[in-house]
């Protein structure tokens, strides 16, 4: 194995450790490689009948600006040189938490569409997530372990804080990113920004997270800053009991708790726009001649991002030239047809994991589980635990 040409100290996890199971209990195997039936006139899998529900802005000091917006797509004019310190940076650190990775959601959905109920939706979870599922179940297996609650009739669904993959340096990757996009007033501050979209994938009802990296469209006037708030609402003090540990980097901030009481008081900032998916922009470099790792088109297809903004590099030089903001629409039409077997299977698999987390939630109607997916030795098998603590 190659040695890492970065430096580390202490503070950054350099370690891509394993996936421990050392808090986890009670193991299930789940059949994910079953037979399915696709393409026989009735059944055809893909994601349908896409809406915003909300969307918001993660800032500093674990602060949230709803609607929030994100910052505008700046494609440079001239060419881009950095040096080796800009490819050396580590991403900064979310705000510590240890209450939900899905509070920022919760509470965008209390201020944007009050009338969401959680329990209507079979799933809670971020695009990356549906992402990792569905390339454990095709060709390119990684070993992952997400996180799961089972609550009030939903499934709560986000990645292991603990896997050290996950805190690598980024490289210039988003260097380049903040460097082409500009945030309205008021939202300068931003670590994140984020749409939530309610969709189906094989008759599954879910809230999706989707961290968008920027937008470019004639549909949004400039942000008026408003006021900050301070609300207090039953949706967020029905959710914030939900704890699925982990989240991603800035799959979602946690907010601040104010007590025991069951109810969470945030300083809110009430600035932005919601934006349509297909105004989003999603930002990618490439080093030219260097294999493509993690194919981009799962990943817009589970955030239903259309376009993507593609800079292509030699060393640490972006050419003008080498950079376009590219329609990957029907190439995303066509990854669905191609990948039939494998949405059916993650829909497949997303039932079997919502009918075990109920039946080990039967007495108590909640559960804290996590489902762990080994691709080993040419093996792969994906079990279902139970977090030690959990009767």
């Not at 297909?278 to 297809?301: D, H, N, W």
Request: proline residues 5%; neutral net charge.
């Amino acid at each position: 194995m190659g040695k890492c040409a970065y430096n580390h100290d202490t503070t950054q996890a350099s370690h891509h450790g394993p996936l421990t199971t050392d808090d986890l209990s009670d193991s299930v195997v789940l059949p994910a490689f079953r037979e399915v039936q696709v393409n026989n006139g009735f059944d055809w899998y893909g994601i349908r009948n896409v809406k915003t529900l909300a969307s918001f802005n993660c800032l500093r000091g674990g602060r949230l600006a709803v609607p929030g917006l994100p910052g505008v797509l700046r494609r440079p004019t001239r060419d881009i040189t950095y040096s080796v310190s800009d490819a050396q940076r580590f991403p900064e650190p979310p705000p510590t938490h240890q209450g939900s990775p899905f509070n920022s959601l919760t509470r965008a959905l209390e201020i944007l569409t009050p009338d969401t109920d959680p329990s209507s939706l079979a799933v809670i979870t971020t695009a990356g997530c549906l992402r990792r599922l569905a390339a454990f179940l095709s060709r390119h297996p990684r070993s992952e372990r997400l996180n799961l609650e089972f609550r009030d009739g939903t499934l709560f669904m986000s990645r292991w804080e603990g896997d050290g993959r996950l805190h690598h340096h980024l490289g210039l990757g988003k260097q380049f990113e903040e460097d082409t996009r500009r945030f309205a007033a008021g939202l300068g501050e931003s670590l994140s920004s984020h749409v939530v979209a309610g969709y189906e994938i094989g008759g599954l009802k879910m809230a999706v997270q989707i961290e968008v990296d920027a937008f470019e469209c004639d549909c949004h006037a400039p942000s008026i800053l408003l006021s900050p708030t301070t609300r207090r609402g039953s949706l967020a003090s029905k959710m914030r009991r939900s704890s699925v540990g982990g989240g991603g980097r800035y799959d979602a901030l946690s907010l601040i708790d104010d007590g025991e009481d069951g109810s969470v008081t945030e300083g809110i900032l009430r600035v932005g726009s919601m934006i349509k998916l297909s105004c989003a922009v999603e930002i990618k470099t490439r080093m030219r001649g260097r294999k493509e790792l993690f194919p981009y088109l799962p990943q817009l297809y589970f955030q239903q991002i259309p376009r993507v903004f593609l800079a292509i590099r030699d060393n640490r030089r972006f050419a003008a030239d080498d950079m376009a903001l590219r329609d990957e629409s029907e190439n995303l039409m066509a990854w669905e047809a191609e990948n039939q077997v494998v949405l059916a299977r993650l829909v497949a698999l997303l039932r079997d994991v919502r009918a075990e987390a109920e039946r080990m939630a039967v007495s108590s109607g909640e559960c804290k589980m996590a489902l762990v997916l080994m691709a080993e030795g040419g093996g792969r098998e994906a079990l279902l635990y139970r977090q030690v603590g959990e009767a």
